[in-house]
Nanobody, 115 residues
Framework: QVHVVESGGGLVQAGGSLRLSCAAS????????MGWYRQAPGKQRELVAT???????NYADSVKGRFTISRDNAKNTVYLQMNSLKPEDTAVYYC?????????WGQGTQVTVSS
């Protein structure tokens, strides 16, 4: 079993920055990819960014050049640095940790960007 907990959300003005963290615990040796998704009110959950154990990254077009995902395997933690935030980035941000058998989700952290 893997347990993931997000932190770092909050309220920020447009153009500002936030850094989200996601700490994994449990059978962390089994984790391969980790990533961030987000869900805005009335919308489906969408991919933000993913990172493999080896550090290869993938980003949604809407956040390329503004967001950076990184990972510290020694700490079993993944980060999402969000710069130049826009009101449309407002959502609940969820961290995921993937094993070969299952995808684990955190409880989510709210990010609100005011105009």
């Amino acid at each position: 079993q893997v347990h993931v907990v997000e932190s770092g959300g909050g309220l920020v003005q447009a153009g500002g920055s936030l850094r989200l963290s996601c700490a994994a615990s449990g059978t962390v040796f089994s984790i391969n990819d980790m990533g961030w998704y987000r869900q805005a009110p009335g919308k489906q959950r969408e991919l933000v960014a993913t990172i493999t154990r080896g550090g290869s990254t993938n980003y949604a077009d809407s956040v390329k050049g503004r967001f950076t995902i990184s990972r510290d395997n020694a700490k079993n933690t993944v980060y999402l640095q969000m710069n130049s935030l826009k009101p449309e980035d407002t959502a609940v941000y969820y961290c995921n940790a993937d094993t070969y058998a299952k995808r684990y989700w955190g409880q989510g952290t709210q990010v609100t960007v005011s105009s």
